[in-house]
Each structure stands twice: as structure tokens, then as C-alpha cells.
């Protein structure tokens, strides 16, 4: 795998990552709130 | 014969979920089903990425080709893959956004269940089946793989791969039962504004529109499984799974911000959330997100709609079935668009719509 491949490959995994932390995070910490 | 009598099992646990309801069928299906296809696709991803040689498998994916980025056919395949994972431009989301209560948190609930998608179809979807196919088959062999379409991928080549790793019969089970439960809690939903459509604008219990619909899609159901050989589930997923969806997702997203207007939208989409959406969001909605659609679709149309339309590349053997195909879609849209114009007068006439 080339730079390129390796920067988008770890840029999106990341970034999917943390917004679905956060989201899950932000559903479970907040009180009486349900998806 | 043993497909055909696996088709009416699947066939029927779909209709039985959604006979008992949205919470006490499909919501309850989900529940169960995605934290398992969840813990399969995990842990095949780890199996898959303990390969040897697998960054290569991973770089096939991931190395970038920006020559592609002019190929109207690379977008419209982007566009129609995500709107049918996060179930856009087919009803779906529209008809369970009917069902939430004025307090819902919709900013929340959108970014999760987006988030959530990307996580199973990019982390975990990308890592296992290209990379492993192009660990076993090399570059040549992931790229007739790939081309040979997402229902060869799965059934034929993964099969192929399992057969030559260790414990492959496990990771196979985990395999077909992650594509199972994928499968079925997607077709659920599916079925549920038809459902919804039936009952609520025709009068019918839920019992008897789940009845009618069972009855009507079986009879649609015999063309496709008799004639998959000569293409016909793939015309129907380029039209109903790919192009529909990009058009009608259009025409929503025009709706939505342009008639509906993007003040009362934002005022909607705020309405009980937590967490506001940046403001830049605004304009993107209402200008880039249309207009970009737009040019997708009008470059699609341009670069590729002749040749598909005349069906180019579609073996001559084949073409009759295709037309078929086509012609049958054609007057089931009629149909649909008269029971739509029927329910329309029908509620007029009922006084609930002026």
C-alpha cells in the first residue's frame, strides 16, 4: 500500500471511529435520551 | 430446488417479523441481529487483516486512482451505495421518520445510525472480502472478482477463500450467517413502507396489508429467481438499487430544502436535538447537496445512459430478458403511481388533506 492509500485508509477508519464513539457516547450519556 | 426452498424460508421469516409489527418484529429482529453481525464481522476482520501480505490486499482498495474521478458510472455507483445502505430515496427513511415523536433527537439519531453504517460497510466491510480476495487471487483476480458483481463476491469468491485457511468451515458459518442477518434486517425494513402504505391509505389492518403484499411479492419474486442466470437481478439492482435511488434521493433533497424550504427544515431537524449541526451545514444542504446530485445524474446520463439504455455490453442471448425486465418495472411504477393518485383522492375525499 502506497503513502496515499495509507493516509486514506487511517483517515476514514478514524474518522468513522470517533463520530461513532461520540454518537454512542453522546446517546448513553445523555438522560432519557433513545435513538 | 434446495435455493427455491431456502428462498421461501427467507421469504417467510421476513413476512412473519413483519407481521408482528414495527416494535415487536422489526425492532426486535434489530436488536438481535446487529450486535451479532456485528461481533461475526469483527471478528472476521481480524481473521482477514492476520493474513500475511494483506496491506497489499488493503493498498488494492485504498491506493487511490484519481483518473476514475471522470467516470459519470464511479459516482452514480457512490451516490446509489450510500442512499441504499442509509436506506434513502426508497421510502424507508421517510416512513420511519413518521413514526418518531416531535421530541426525538433526529440530529443524533441520523449521525449514529450514519456513523454505525460506515463503520460496518468501510471498517469492517472493506477489510475482509477485496483484501482477502486479492490475497488469494492476486490483483488480476480481486479485480474479476470485483467486477463480477457484490453477489459473486460473496457466495463464490469468499467460499473459495475460507476453503484454503485454516478452520475455514467456522469463518465460512460466520460468514453466511453475517450475510443472513444483513440480508433480513435490511428486507424487513424495506417491506415496511409498503406495509405502512397499504394499511394507513387503504384502510387495511396491518394483518391483511402484510397478507396482500406477502401474495403480490411472491408472484414479482418467480422472474428474478428463475432468470438470475441471464442477468436479471443485476438490471433490477442497477434501476431499482442504483439509478432510482440517486433520482428519487434528488427529488426528496429538492423537496425537502427548496419547497418545504431549509428554514422550516433546520427548525425540524433542531426540533428536541442536543447537539446543533454547524451552521456551514446550511448552505451544503440546500445548494451543494442538490446541485451536486443534479450534475451526477446529468453526467451519468451524458457519459453512460445511451449505452445502458441500449443495452451495450448485454449479451445478445440475454437482451430479451432484460427488456422483460424493464417493461415489467416500467408498469409496476404505473401501478404504484395509480394506487398512489387512488389514495390521494381517497383521503381528499375523507377530508384528511385539503
Redesign the interface.
Known sequence: ??L???I??LG??GT??T??VY??W??FT?PD??? | MTAYVFFLITFLINFYFVYRGVQGGIELLCKIAMPILFIFGFILAARVLMMPHITDGLGFLWNPDFSVLTSAKVWMAAAGQIFFTLSVGIGVILTYASYLKKGDDVALSGLTAASTNELAEVVLGGSIVIPAAFVFFGAAGAAAAAASGSFNLGFVTMPLIFGQIDFGGFFALLWFALLFLAGITSSVSLLEPAVAFFSNDFGLTRKKAVVWLGVILFALCQFPIFFLGQGVVDELDFWGGTFALVLFGTIETIIFVWFFGIEKAWAEIHHGAEMKIPGFYKPIIRYVTPLFLIIILSFWFFQQGLPVIMMQGVPTANQPYILATRIGLILLFAAIAIAVRIAYYRKKQAGEIE
Do not use: A, E
Open positions: 500500500m502506497n496515499y492509500g495509507w486514506f485508509m476514514s477508519w468513522i471511529i463520530l461513532c454518537c454512542f453522546r446517546v445523555t435520551k433513545d435513538l
